[in-house]
């Protein structure tokens, strides 16, 4: 079993719809959950970031962490095509700038927002 | 935000020779830098922590003779992919830490014929 499940996609919505992404880990140990939005041929760009169980809302975008489950998800309110991108999830045991500080990726959501 | 960028972009080369890639840190100081790569539809493979001033740390599977890792100031990382190979051919992303934040640069396409 991966550590980080992310199901690839593709996942296609209409403009305005709400976007329901997520990923499912196995090791207990991590703590620190991120959302991350890569454009193609670009590098990751942070969204959001979570500190264990809860939600946390951004604007548009709202993080949830269930850490009894193991699951993490990230809501898109009122999609727009220029949301359209790949969403990776990522988690961490150790806080960043800690010692031995890593995180690992789910494989990442391709998301296209139809106008 | 922090502002990360890698050089180049995007390059092609023949087998067998090598191949720097730099990553800076635009902005702010990172002590810590970190190489991933990426294959098409998968998720981002950490490769090696760098630290400033000391040996880089890598990944298990990583051969650290094939991919040198150099991080000689608080705002440049070096990766060399030596006697390249086509398998070698990727897309390789850096990231730079802040205090509490990872930033990633725009990535480096490396082609191999």
């Known amino acids: 079993q991966k550590e980080v499940e992310q199901d690839p996609g593709p996942l296609s919505v209409p403009e305005g719809a709400i976007v329901s992404l997520n990923c499912t880990y196995s090791?207990?140990?991590?703590?620190?959950f991120m959302w991350y939005r890569q454009y193609s041929r670009k590098g990751p760009e942070l969204l959001m970031y979570?500190?264990?169980?809860g939600n946390k809302e951004d604007g548009r975008f709202t993080a949830q962490v269930d850490k009894s489950s193991k699951y993490i998800s990230l809501f898109i309110r009122d999609s727009q095509p220029s949301d359209s991108a790949t969403y990776l999830c990522?988690?961490?045991?150790?806080?960043?700038?800690?010692?031995?500080?890593?995180?690992?990726f789910g494989k990442g959501t391709l998301l296209t927002v139809n106008p | 935000g922090a502002v990360v960028s890698q050089h180049p972009s995007r390059v092609i080369c023949k087998s067998g020779t090598s191949v720097k890639i730099e990553c800076r840190s635009l902005?702010?100081?990172?002590?810590?830098m970190f190489w991933y790569r990426q294959f098409p539809k998968k998720s981002l493979m950490l490769m090696a922590t760098?630290?400033?001033?000391?040996?880089?740390?890598?990944e298990q599977g990583v051969e650290k003779d094939k991919f040198l890792i150099n991080h000689a100031s608080l705002t440049l990382s070096t990766l060399t992919v030596t006697s390249a190979h086509p398998e070698d051919s990727s897309f390789y992303i850096c990231?730079?830490?802040?205090?509490?934040?990872?930033?990633f640069g725009p990535g480096t396409r490396l082609t191999v014929l």
């Open positions: 902005d702010f100081q990172a002590t810590t």
């Open positions: 090791n207990s140990a991590f703590q620190y």
């Open positions: 760098s630290n400033e001033g000391s040996k880089a740390t890598y």
């Open positions: 979570t500190y264990s169980s």
């Open positions: 990522a988690m961490s045991s150790v806080v960043s700038g800690g010692s031995n500080y890593k995180l690992t």
């Open positions: 990231s730079a830490m802040t205090w509490d934040t990872q930033y």
